[in-house]
Structure formats: C-alpha cells, structure tokens
C-alpha cells in the first residue's frame, strides 16, 4: 500500500506511542523520515476539565510496586484499598478502578473481603465488578449507572449513604474497550499497575527474539512498552468523551514517576499529568478539582 499510493493517512486515537509503529510499518518499507508526517492535537475539553496523577507512593507511605514480583503481598493490596478509600471521599458519582488482570483483580477482591477493606469501601461507594461472562456485562453496567443515577439525584440522596459507585474493570477486558465512561459514570479513572503482556508466551517470546534480531537490542522490550502502554492509553481515554466532559485519572505505581513511561502517555493527558510522591499532595489536588467544578456548576445554575 505504502509503495504503490501517492500518500497514506493512518489516523486514530489510541496510537501513542507511534514509535514502534513507525518502524515496523513504515521504516520497514524503506521510507525515510522526511517523507513521513506526524501531526497530534490537543483535546477538545478545556485545560481545566482533567487532572492526571501519577502516584507513586500510598497514604501510609508505602512504595506502589505491583511488578509481578511485588504485587500480590499484602502491604501492596491493603494500600490500594487506602487509595481508594480516600479517593471515594472526594470524587463524585462514578468511579472506575483498572486492575492489569481478572485473577489480580479477583484476588484483590478477596483479600479486601478477608481484611474488611471491602466493606469500608463498599460503604462510600456501592462496588460493582466486571464480570468475565460477555452476556452479563450489559446488567452489570446498566445497574452500576442506575445506582449512579440514584445517588446524584437531588430526591433520593437522603435515602442513601452512598457517594455513588465504584467499578472494578481489568485493562483489555470487556469494558476497556468500546464503552463510554462520559459524564457521571467516570468522574475518576485509575489505574493499578503497568498491564504488561505475559512473557512467558511462546509466541511473544518469538517474536521478541524477532525483533530484537532484526531491530537491535532492547526492540523486544520496547514492544512489551509499547503494549502495554497502548492499554493504558485506550482504558484512560474511557472517561472524557465530549467537550464539555470533566473527569480524573490516577495512575498508581512507582513506575508512572518515570519520564520514558510518561511519553508514552497521550499528549493532552501528558500536558496535564502531575507527578506525586506522596499521597497528601496528591488527594489535595484531586479535592480541589472537584470543589472547584462544584462551585462552578453552582455558579452556572
């Protein structure tokens, strides 16, 4: 295609990061970089309609590592629920939480029921969770934005404690894709941990030994960046889907601090990131967006 037409627009909007994609789609084909265009815009929204975190530590000072090796011990799970807890406090309507996998994410669950995490949670926000059925997905969206729908209504929040609902997805599962956050259904998004792609497949292993053969050193670690990144990019753009959207993500583990994992990030949601070390920081800035877009809307009506 690239040979024979005159010229070529690939366009979308879940690309970044385009490095990867260039090389083995266009380098490949003996094209040289001046012939090769680039152009990325902003976002519709305004500056101030989204706040990006990288977090990088917990509320009790714990280092957010969910590495393969770090992930599953306690001190890692107990701290995603404080996150969280905290988080509930602040955020507004709906709140959907991405976890790198469905046996993390159940595994997760079952240790906040065991240590009661579950219920503290459960009682800010009503929790609901992404089935791995496909037939059940529709009823468990429907009743989480119903549940949603109840507790911002001016009528009914006096017959609930809840400030709204909690949704528990996994990157690449059925809802990461295809299925619009807007509005109050994903005031907040966050995300636990880098989704990276299972090493141990024969056919990743291949084809990092593929590339790293003909691309050079590093090309199959990049690719396993790259991946990874590209689920990232397409779970957190989930929540701002028109102009006049507002929304928050939060992005939770050590490695989110880097810049090499940050270029990697879309550049409206770059040019807005804020980096945290701790968590105070972090949870006075997420309060301050929120407040500020209360009395905004106060103003307006």
């Given at each position: 295609v690239v040979q024979e037409a005159k010229a070529v627009i690939v366009a979308g909007g879940t690309m970044q990061p385009v490095s990867e994609f260039k090389q083995q789609l266009l380098y490949s084909c003996s094209l040289s970089t001046?012939?090769?265009?680039?152009?990325?815009?902003?976002?519709i929204i305004?500056?101030?309609?989204?706040?990006a975190v990288a977090l990088t530590k917990g509320p009790s000072g714990v280092e957010l590592?969910?590495?393969?090796?770090?992930?599953?011990?306690?001190a890692m799970i107990s701290e995603v629920s404080r996150v969280l807890s905290n988080i509930c406090m602040v955020v507004p309507a709906g709140l959907v939480c991405f976890f790198p996998s469905y046996e993390y994410k159940e595994k997760v669950v079952k240790e906040w029921c065991q240590s009661g995490a579950f219920q503290k949670i459960d009682a800010k926000k009503k929790i609901f969770s992404e089935p791995k059925k496909a037939a059940q997905v529709e009823q468990t969206l429907g009743d989480y934005g119903k549940f949603i729908k109840i507790t911002q209504s001016?009528?009914?929040?006096?017959?609930?404690?809840?400030n709204g609902a909690i949704l528990l997805c996994v990157v690449g599962g059925k809802m990461s894709e295809g299925i619009?956050?807007?509005?109050?259904l994903g005031r907040c998004v966050v995300v636990v941990g880098l989704p990276f792609p299972n090493i141990q497949s024969p056919e990743l292993k291949e084809y990092i030994s593929y590339l790293d053969a003909t691309l050079?050193?590093?090309?199959?670690?990049?690719?396993?960046?790259?991946v990874c990144m590209k689920a990232v990019n397409?779970?957190?753009?989930?929540?701002i889907r028109h102009?006049?959207?507002?929304?928050?993500?939060?992005?939770?583990?050590?490695?989110?601090?880097r810049t090499s994992v940050q270029t990697k990030l879309p550049e409206w949601i770059r040019s807005r990131l804020q980096t945290h070390t701790q968590f105070g920081p972090a949870f006075a800035a997420l309060r301050k967006f929120f407040v500020g877009r209360s009395l905004r809307r106060k103003d307006e009506s």
């Open positions: 001046g012939v090769i265009a680039e152009f990325s815009c902003g976002h305004p500056a101030d309609h989204l706040l590592d969910f590495t393969y090796q770090s992930r599953d011990c306690k001016s009528q009914d929040k006096t017959s609930t404690s809840h619009n956050f807007s509005d109050d050079g050193h590093k090309a199959g670690q990049q690719h396993c960046e790259n397409q779970s957190i753009g989930r929540a102009i006049n959207d507002y929304s928050t993500i939060v992005l939770l583990d050590k490695r989110y601090g």
